[in-house]
């Protein structure tokens, strides 16, 4: 942490993807680059519109409430939240104002680090509201692309209770993991449907600095970047004994620089005349609602860890990597489903397809070998077909031709060398080409064996069956 104690607190904004339409609008609720298609009147802000409230967003909301073991209002209603800018045309926005009731007030939730230990988070609120059109700025013209508009967003406010860069990203992992394991979101941030606003603050002692907030973050790299960019630069100026000249402002992450960048000062909370919004109707959350969304939350990622490793026997690194992402589970859960070893299906998806899907900013989901394909890569493993250096040699042609695995197979001639008589016909040549290098052997250079390992992988191609050359070599040098 550092000579400092350093407090953070984070603001993110999720959209709930998972509804069929918006969260006060009939208009679709769906992704699209097709800007301006999925519209109704009242994204647009037509005079005499009126929101009717999207049932399911507010039951997603509630589910979210409970898993961070929130405090439920008694009531819901909206307020409106008034300001003009271009992307809210009506010059409101109705969202919950805490700490009114909100859809979730005061609660926390325990994260785990990658080295076993836990830290809690404390949730300040979360609410419903409805997010804003989407402003694309080209030189002296801003574009507006109205699908965003009313889109249902959640917020989530944490306390000011995280202390590094690392606890940070941990954190809003792990709720973007909640987030797609419920079904809510998809929280794709390269659809834009994740934003953070970040505060970081500095300080000798347990109270908190200056607060400075950087707005708008949209990856959970730019928030670690922008953290520990702010740690440096508040401290410096500390150091220098020039701390007044921190200010509690608005400042935004610039990715090429990987700087921050002050906006504008932020002295006092803005005054955007909050009042209950007059066309949605308070309505009472029973009980019996309640807990009919307690008893739908899904497995959760951290439960679906704990199977991994108790069930089958997965390591506590490999486990964590797997519930990062729900479409990574399920892609391990499919090869289970084949048949595939629980240990050996780990192995292939954090090394070899979670190095490919990183290396080339793919999706799991999206890459040629699906598990069926990769289910049949192994199997040819398994069986001795092929060796486990050709498994993963087909598996990068099967990516780079985006052909099945059986037809490479076929047309390259991979087939591993299992005859004993075939084997040992090679062995015994190169044994007679090499008396010098057994004389070695015998009088004690052990590593000569993995020579003669390598000069038998060398004249068959790879293709011998190092299993088999390893037992007729230790047999065959027992001979001389």
């Known amino acids: 942490m550092g000579k400092y104690n350093v407090t953070i607190g984070l603001e993110m904004h999720c959209e709930v993807s998972e509804t069929k339409s918006k969260v006060f609008s009939s208009a679709r609720n769906e992704y699209t680059d097709v800007a301006n298609s999925n519209i109704r009147p009242y994204d647009m802000g037509f005079p005499g519109v009126l929101p009717v409230v999207n049932k399911e967003a507010v039951k997603m909301s509630l589910m979210m409430s ?30 919950q104002n805490p700490p009114e009731d909100c859809v979730g007030m005061g609660g926390y939730i325990d994260i785990q680090r990658e080295d076993g230990s836990t830290f809690r988070v404390d949730i300040d609120n979360i609410h419903l509201e409805e997010d804003a059109a989407r402003m694309t700025h080209l030189y002296d013209t801003s574009i507006i692309d109205y699908n965003r508009a009313a889109v249902p967003l959640l917020e989530l406010v944490t306390g000011p209770c995280i202390h590094s860069a690392e606890d940070a990203v941990a954190f809003l ?37 200056t607060k400075v907030e950087m707005k708008n973050v949209n990856s959970f790299g730019g928030v670690y970047g922008a953290i520990q ?63 009919e969304i307690r008893k739908s939350i899904p497995e959760l990622p951290y439960e679906r860890k704990s199977k991994y490793m108790d069930k089958y026997g997965l390591s506590d690194y490999d486990a964590g990597i797997l519930i990062k992402d729900i479409n990574t589970a399920k892609y391990f859960e499919r090869c289970l489903e084949l048949g595939v070893d629980a240990k050996m299906a780990a192995n292939w998806i954090t090394g070899n397809i979670l190095g490919y ?25 398994d069986k001795g077909d092929i060796s486990s250096k050709q498994a993963k040699e087909l598996f990068f042609m099967v990516l780079e ?17 299992s005859d004993e008589g075939a084997l040992s016909k090679i062995i015994i040549e190169i044994l007679d080409n090499n008396t010098k290098q057994i004389e070695d052997y015998k009088n004690g250079k052990t590593n000569m064996f993995d020579y003669f390992v390598g000069q038998v992988m060398k004249m068959t191609k790879g293709q011998a069956n190092p299993v088999k050359v390893k037992e007729i070599l230790t047999d065959e040098l027992s001979k001389r």
């Open 357 to 381: 899907v990183y290396k080339y900013e793919t999706a799991i989901q999206d890459i040629y070998v699906t598990p069926e394909r990769l289910e049949v890569i192994l199997s040819a493993m």
């Open 401 to 417: 031709r985006c052909e099945e695995p059986k037809d490479i197979m076929k047309s390259e001639g991979m087939q591993q060398i």
């Open 173 to 209: 992992e792990y709720i973007r993991a909640i987030y797609q394991y419920c079904g809510i979101s998809e929280a794709d941030s390269k659809k834009g449907q994740i934003r953070c606003d970040v505060n970081v603050s500095i300080s000798d002692d347990d109270t908190l600095g």
């Open 229 to 291: 960019y702010e740690i440096k630069r508040q401290s410096e100026l500390k150091d220098a004994g020039r701390y007044d000249e921190v200010e509690q402002e608005t400042r935004r992450w610039d990715e090429e620089s990987g700087t921050t960048i002050r906006m504008r000062s932020k002295v006092d909370a803005e005054d955007y005349k909050y009042f209950v919004e007059p066309n949605i109707p308070k309505y009472k959350i029973s009980k019996e609602w309640l807990e």
């Open 66 to 95: 409970e898993i961070l073991n929130c405090r439920q209002p008694e009531y819901m209603y909206f307020e409106r939240k008034n300001y003009y800018y271009p992307d809210m045309p009506k010059n409101y926005q109705i969202t």
